[in-house]
Each structure stands twice: as C-alpha cells, then as structure tokens.
C-alpha cells in the first residue's frame, strides 16, 4: 500500500535551517507530482511548495519562496524540503502529499513531522 513517511522536523532557532525528508512507497515515486503541505495551530492548511515528477519544475507559497527549497531523488523515492531562514510563523506540522493522479486514486498524506521555529 502507498506510504509516505516524513522526517527531519524538530526545534529550531529563529534564522536556522531544517531538511524534511519524506520516503515514498506502494506506488510509482517518478512519475507523480508532490507536495509538502504545513498546518499551523489555528490555521488552515497551506500548500509549501509543490515539484513536478521529473523533478523539472517547481512552485512555492509566497510567504517561503527565496527560503524553501523542494527536491527529489527519484532514485532512492524520495522528496524534500530544505528550508533556510526559518522563522516563528514557519511553526507548524508539515505533511508530505501525493495527490491524486494517473494510478493513484486519492491524495495520500504522511503523518506529519512538527516544525517550531523558536528561541
């Protein structure tokens, strides 16, 4: 079945840098879009950042565009999201997502990792 298992969250002072993995099985990795989404305590759920499946294009959310970075390994099914100069709004549980398409019939999401941004 497909799984998709974050990693890399944790504490962080205001101005650091995190890498958030997310490792993909059950499904074709290199031929699927994803995504990494975040939700904030008391916010909606946001879109980061998006990549397309050869890894050829990619799209951010103003608010981390400059900051975030999105990448995949197709080799190893893998995506990720290095992000630099983070900041106390970037707190939140970020979700790795692959959504639906070709042979996948529904979006599928990880568990989630937390991220906080904090001195």
């Known amino acids: 079945q497909v799984q998709l298992v974050e990693s890399g969250g944790g504490l962080v002072q205001p101005g650091g840098s995190l890498r958030l993995s997310c490792a993909a099985s059950g499904f074709t990795f290199r031929i699927h879009d994803m995504n990494w989404y975040r939700r904030a305590p008391g916010k909606e759920r946001e879109l980061v950042a998006a990549i397309t499946s050869s890894g050829g294009s990619t799209n951010y959310a103003d608010s981390v565009k400059g900051r975030f970075t999105i990448s995949r390994d197709n080799l190893k099914n893998t995506v990720y999201l290095q992000m630099n100069s983070l900041k106390p709004e970037d707190t939140a549980v970020y979700y790795c997502?692959?959504?639906?398409?070709?042979?996948?019939?529904?979006?599928?999401w990880g568990q989630g990792t937390q991220v906080t941004v904090s001195s």
């Open positions: 997502n692959a959504p639906r398409s070709g042979g996948l019939r529904k979006d599928y």
